[in-house]
């Protein structure tokens, strides 16, 4: 064992004992240092002196002298967590990455910003309510009244939204809490029913019956995003329609089927002329089918020849509006077939369909049947099949020119697509481009009307056949639309909405455009793209320069975490294991943009042992380090220079990692080097050096040592806040340049 300064030292780690004849504050070192480093008895502690001292506002970094008034800005708004969420990995994830870029920012001297808010969830939140209700009263929302179902539903979110929040906190998350919104607050309430306004005004917004997504169970409209797809097994049935065969999986909703589609360049059906009529036997009766030619026919599938049900389904919906076909509802909203189905009326189309099979077996109308394989859209709130119709909605017409306020005619699906491809928003990673194109060039109208009573109320009136859009009630006799916003309207304009919108103020003019949206790849489409359609359109610009793409985080085997499968990991367990900064850099590093992340308690507890690591570092270099003079600059010896510029060669590649998105790498690099360089060699190789009798060399190494460790802290600060802050606040006064760590600045030569 070699005795270095007060210690003795086990080689290849720290193990130390107090020398009796000096005290920890003699040597200069806090005494809290002797034992390992707990993130239970700092974290909590460390977050409330954060949060107290003000600097997560910008304004106040500003009037501390942080920051400089005219510093270059950095903003960023947090995706809101659903109001009666729980915190679940994919959200530890986000708020890794977010807070991680933030604080990198903040120590790079930008005047920083992160927005922090929550969202009503609206279609989740009532659900809950109403299933609370029913539970315990056996009362529908009906039975109590839109106004005293709102009221509870008010109660209930705000019983919650301090949960989610505390949860926030927990991970780190230095976000701007004088800056909190939510999404169905006041200021949010008046910048969604202005935009709506706006583009109603615009000819953008319009009223119309068009197929939507509809939940029996629900009773609602829901957006796509809001359908969750299972893969089943159902009986695909080939039947004889006059002439022609055709394939289904829903044969309940044929009994309106009296056109059959075919495509015009199909030699098979070149005998059939578009619009020729043909008499054939039925389900019911027997009834006259109308020949369709349409090029949205794929000839390679089955038969090549199909009966369409506008009433029913997308494809067919649009097929019919191209060619001016009747469309005729065969199920209700409740999901029971109507008289059009003759002898099953009444019935549900779950129970009626082998009934209805075996009608057409009567009648020798079924070829033949297999088993067939195949998605089935289910809502995700009720777990009900979706069931499309035609219903009047809200829409937003994405394929209309209007004038955008730089003066250019163009649709909103162009000035989307523009908006990427021109590089006003870069995505990361970039192969989500061709995936944002895709999903652009093939948008429908966006229904942006929902049938619940929780949320933000259409702005629209009716009196008799008139109609009128504002804000305010035109006056006696008109009656509110009672259909609400679908949550990602009111979402499409978190970026400037937070920042006071549609106020002109110093926020909105300081930090918009954002300068990232950092978010899941899965909800590219239905909050991303749409945040550039509304901003594009209402403000001008895009929402954000950068796009940060996060995958879903998975189990050790790449499975996703499932109740079933009982493989999921609560962050807040692990916090409470672990710490906070394991669990942040266990979500980190291995994590490529737009890549799903493999994560295992093994991981995030060795996380833990590298922030003791850290811990016993610091204990090592401050004890050996007693009344070093850091003013006086020793002569370095090349070694010594040599381990200075190879820290300032890492630090600098974290940094441009970091503003490449290539934050794993960055995170890999900090790691490796405090870990692989500073602890396993540089350490090592300093104990003679510390010990011996050249007194001017130990000097230079113990100033190369103070140097390097602040360096780490700084460099391992967006990746680990706590344990380095835990750290800075505990080094001597001369080591440091400010209070915290978090308001310090990233390492650079002769700092």
Known sequence: MMKVGPYSLQKGYFSCYISKAMEPEEMGINPDFLKPYSPKDNEADIY????????????????????????????????????????????????AVEDLLVRYHRLTGKRTLWIPGTDSAAIATQSKVEGIIYKEEKKSRHDIGREELLRRVNEFAEESKDTIIGQVR????????????????????????????????????????????WDPKGQTTISDDEIVYEERKEKFYYLKYG?????????????????????????????????????????NDPITATVIKDEAIDMEFGTGVMTITPWHDATDFDIANRHGLDKEQVIDERGLLLPIAGEFAGQHISKAREAIIEKLRGKGLVEREEEYTHNVATAERTGCVIEPQIKAQW??????????????????????????????????PDRFNKTYYHWIDNLRDWNISRQIWFGHRVPAWFRGDEVKVQIECPGEGWEQDPDTLDTWFSSGLWTF?????????????????????ETGYDILFFWVARMILMSTFLLGEVPFKNVYLHGLVRDAKGRKMSKSLGNIIDPLDMIGKYGADATRLSLIVGAAPGNDVPLSEDKIRGYKNFANKLWNISRFVLSNTVGVNLAAKAKLSPRDQEILDGFYVVANEVASDIEKFSLYLAAEKAYHYVWDELAAKILEESK???????????IARQQVLRECLVGSLKTLHPFMPFVTEAVWQRLPSEMKESEFLMIGSWPKVND
Request: charged share 30%; glycine share 8%; aromatic share 10%.
């Open 395 to 428: 829409f937003i017409a994405v394929n209309k020119k209007v004038k955008f306020p730089d003066g250019r005619e163009m649709t909103l699906k162009e000035r989307m697509r523009e908006a990427v491809e021109g590089g006003e928003v870069a995505i990361a």
């Open 243 to 283: 002439p022609f065969t055709i394939g289904t999986v829903r044969p309940e909703t044929k009994f309106g089927d009296k056109y059959v589609v075919m495509h015009p360049n199909d030699a098979r059906y070149k005998e059939y002329e578009h619009g020729q009529k043909i008499e054939l036997e039925w389900i």
């Open 497 to 517: 909405s937070t920042l006071g919108w549609p106020e002109e103020t110093a926020d909105l003019k300081t930090y918009h455009p954002t300068s990232v949206l």
């Open 688 to 698: 003679p050096i510390l010990n011996g009798d050249d007194e001017e060399a130990k």
């Open 170 to 213: 927990a991970m780190g998350s230095s976000l701007d809490w004088s800056r909190y919104a939510y999404t169905l607050d006041d200021k949010r309430y008046r910048a969604v029913m202005e935009a709506f306004v706006r583009m109603y005004e615009a000819g953008l917004i319009y009223r119309g019956e068009r197929i939507v997504n």
């Open 48 to 95: 409330k002196k954060w949060d107290e001292s003000g600097y997560f506002n910008p304004d106040v970094c500003v009037e501390k002298g942080v920051t400089a008034p005219d510093a270059p800005t950095f903003s960023i708004v947090l995706p809101p967590p659903n109001v009666t969420g729980v915190l679940h990995m994919g959200h530890a994830a986000m708020l």
